[in-house]
């Protein structure tokens, strides 16, 4: 496969939805992953809703699986979680998500925000240990950094996950609650989070342009995160008709095939180089 192609194609995007455990996903298999090289990070751009120029960028997981060829996150995160390899698996992505920063800047490259997908295994205090090391090692500041978090993941541990949620903000990391509107968070609990942003789920998008109620579900949602101080990201953004609406309804940041799938650092590079309006 090509660079290009180290995004997720619609495959790999329809298993988001129904993760199945293939056979060969142990926690060997894994292990060796991590070791032996076979893990990458693709890069998916992030859009300003009122120019269409570059906000940031998601980094998205990619296990290049020597007999398999990609396999999706959604296949291989779930087996990470119950066999314990999160921490050390999601500690591996922001790593190397920095490593590309830091090179990046190097090269003169002004680089937009970059968001993370955390697990809420990993929220604890190795954590922020293992953060606070890696931003002084690529000298970075945490400002350059977003984590998602999944909505329904997040509320069910919420105690637990919101010091570290804290202390992870007070490094100025921004922090993002993933799949919105799949978890049925509890409005209360919803303006108890230190939050920074909503990142509406692409199941919302999708009712968008169907009949029935889409527009005006996500019409409150966003007024609601508005009311809140956060900022509103659509993702799985797809079509124009789509983009029309969201433009309309007030969301700031989009995301989805109709700017660019994840790739490759190396065709990433070509976002930052260009200045690019999508
Ligand atoms: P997510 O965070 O909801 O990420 C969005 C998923 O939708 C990604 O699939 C992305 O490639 C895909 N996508 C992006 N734009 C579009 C679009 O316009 N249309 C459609 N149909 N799909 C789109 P992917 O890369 O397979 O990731 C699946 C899930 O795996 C992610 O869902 C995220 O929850 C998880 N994941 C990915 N990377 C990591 C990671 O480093 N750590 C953790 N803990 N989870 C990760
Ligand atoms: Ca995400
Ligand atoms: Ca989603
Ligand atoms: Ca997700």
């Not at 002004?110 to 922020?128: E, F, G, H, K």
């Not at 809140?228 to 953004?237: D, I, K, N, Q």
């Not at 989805?256 to 650092?265: D, E, I, N, P, S």
Request: hydrophobic share 40%.
């Amino acid at each position: 496969r090509s660079q290009e192609d180290v995004g997720t194609g619609s495959g790999s995007a329809a298993s988001e939805d129904v993760p199945h455990t293939a056979s060969f996903c142990t926690f060997e298999a894994l292990q060796q992953a991590m070791t032996d090289n076979q893990l990458r990070l693709a890069w998916q751009p992030q859009v300003h809703a009122h120019d269409h120029r570059l906000a940031g960028f998601e980094v998205l997981l990619r296990w290049q699986h020597p007999d398999h060829g990609d396999i999706s996150p959604a296949t291989f995160i779930p087996v990470a979680e119950s066999t314990g390899l999160m921490p050390s698996l999601g500690s591996w992505v922001i790593e190397a998500a920095c490593q590309q920063i830091c090179c990046w800047r190097k090269q003169g490259y002004r680089v937009p925000m970059v968001a993370i997908n955390v697990s809420v295994l990993q929220l604890d205090r190795t954590l922020l240990a293992h953060v606070s090391h890696v931003l002084t090692q690529y000298r970075l500041k945490g400002d350059c950094l977003e984590f998602e978090i999944t909505e329904s993941r997040l509320m069910q541990n919420l105690d637990e996950c919101m010091h570290v949620i804290s202390a992870l903000r007070r490094q100025g990391i921004r922090i993002s609650l993933d799949d919105f509107g799949t978890g049925y968070s509890s409005l209360d609990k919803l303006a108890l989070l230190p939050l920074d942003r909503l990142k509406l789920d692409k199941s919302f998008v999708n009712a968008l342009t169907s009949a029935g109620y889409g527009y005006h579900v996500i019409e409150a949602v966003v007024r609601l995160a508005h009311s809140l101080r956060l900022m509103v990201v659509a993702e799985g953004v797809e079509t124009r008709a789509q983009l029309h609406l969201l433009n309309e309804l007030g969301c700031e940041i989009l995301q989805g095939y109709l700017f660019g799938a994840g790739v490759g650092a190396d065709t990433a590079v070509r976002y930052l180089r260009q200045d690019q309006t999508f």
